[in-house]
T-cell receptor
Framework: QKEVEQDPGPLSVPEGAIVSLNCTYS??????FMWYRQYSRKGPELLMY????GNKEDGRFTAQVDKSSKYISLFIRDSQPSDSATYLC???????????????FGQGTILTVHP | DGGITQSPKYLFRKEGQNVTLSCEQN?????MYWYRQDPGQGLRLIYY???????QKGDIAEGYSVSREKKESFPLTVTSAQKNPTAFYLC?????????????FGQGTRLTVV
């Protein structure tokens, strides 16, 4: 079983829809949670970064972390065609943990927003 | 401008050859990483380094080697022992310590075996 599981999709939605992307994980030491966006043939860029449980909002993007369920989500409101990309979740452990300093990624979800 | 530079952008390798991918950062980050990306597989960790002259194997280190002689540089060598090297290779860096988490990526090197 992989440490981080992410549904690869693909996911296709109409412009303006609310998009929900999710990851589950098995390592209880994970404490840093990130979402990256990757356009085709480019390096990933950081979208959201959260520490421990809770919600974080940045414009049209909201990241949620539920450590009790080992589940994280990224919501995109009013989705735009420019949001079409691969979305990757990533996690790492707290300092002192065996996985500290190591980023573990999900498979990535391919999202297409059509006009 | 600060960032991570990977070179070359495209690389072709003959079977049996070793090739080295370059990664340089001017962000003063402590940690550097190499990932391999294949279609439908996400990013898989090859090697990572938290400090100069030290590095650890990731999940798929076989057939690869690295060095970390300078804080700014973390080159990856794809050896002839790597049986399926055709892939997109990504280098990243991040700070360590309190507040760590944000990794910055280079634009990648696409390696093709011919």
């Amino acid at each position: 079983q992989k440490e981080v599981e992410q549904d690869p999709g693909p996911l296709s939605v109409p412009e303006g829809a609310i998009v929900s992307l999710n990851c589950t994980y098995s390592n209880s030491a994970f404490q840093y949670f990130m979402w990256y966006r990757q356009y085709s043939r480019k390096g990933p860029e950081l979208l959201m970064y959260t520490y421990s449980s809770g919600n974080k909002e940045d414009g049209r993007f909201t990241a949620q972390v539920d450590k009790s369920s080992k589940y994280i989500s990224l919501f995109i409101r009013d989705s735009q065609p420019s949001d079409s990309a691969t979305y990757l979740c990533a996690m790492s452990a707290r300092a002192g943990g065996t996985s500290y300093g190591k980023l573990t990624f999900g498979q990535g979800t391919i999202l297409t927003v059509h006009p | 401008d600060g960032g991570i530079t990977q070179s070359p952008k495209y690389l072709f390798r003959k079977e049996g050859q070793n090739v080295t991918l370059s990664c340089e950062q001017n962000l003063n980050h402590d940690a550097m990483y190499w990932y391999r990306q294949d279609p439908g597989q996400g990013l898989r960790l090859i090697y990572y380094s938290q400090i100069v002259n030290d590095f650890q194997k990731g999940d798929i280190a076989e057939g690869y080697s690295v060095s970390r002689e300078k804080k700014e540089s973390f080159p990856l060598t794809v050896t002839s022992a790597q049986k399926n090297p055709t892939a997109f290779y990504l280098c990243a860096s991040s700070i360590m310590g309190t507040g760590w988490g944000e990794a910055f990526f280079g634009q990648g090197t696409r390696l093709t075996v011919v």
